[in-house]
């Protein structure tokens, strides 16, 4: 479950991702990160959309994807956790960043959070 609708995903940009050369800066990060999940490079799509977080860090989908890679990648990495408390942050009715924390949070042995 790592392919996404690229041209969808990149339409949900917020505001602070659409605004300016950080905002078209985030996006590129996050089109590389998109392109390398669907290589299978869970390594550099896991860099790319920290990159894209850092660079629109009110950017929710970008926490996320860049949790997901990097769960994918390295299952124990505290940027799991990182990534996906954020993107839980900004959106707490996100079903699926909820999910991946939860299992983030299992696979630590975190359970009672």
Do not use: C
Not at 15 to 33: K, L, M
Not at 86 to 100: F, I, S
């Amino acid at each position: 479950m790592t392919t996404l609708m690229v041209g969808a995903v990149l339409t949900l940009a917020p505001e602070s991702a659409n605004a300016g050369r950080d905002g078209r800066v985030a996006r590129n990060h996050f089109a590389r990160g998109i392109k390398a999940l669907d290589t299978g490079d869970t390594l550099a799509a896991s860099v790319a959309f920290a990159k894209a977080a850092k660079e629109a860090p009110d950017w929710g989908l970008a926490h996320l994807q860049w949790g997901i890679a990097a769960q994918l990648y390295e299952p124990e990495s505290a940027d799991v956790i990182i990534a996906l408390e954020r993107a839980v942050e900004l959106d707490p009715e996100n079903a699926r960043a909820n999910y991946h924390l939860a299992r983030a949070y299992e696979r630590t042995g975190r359970h009672q959070e």
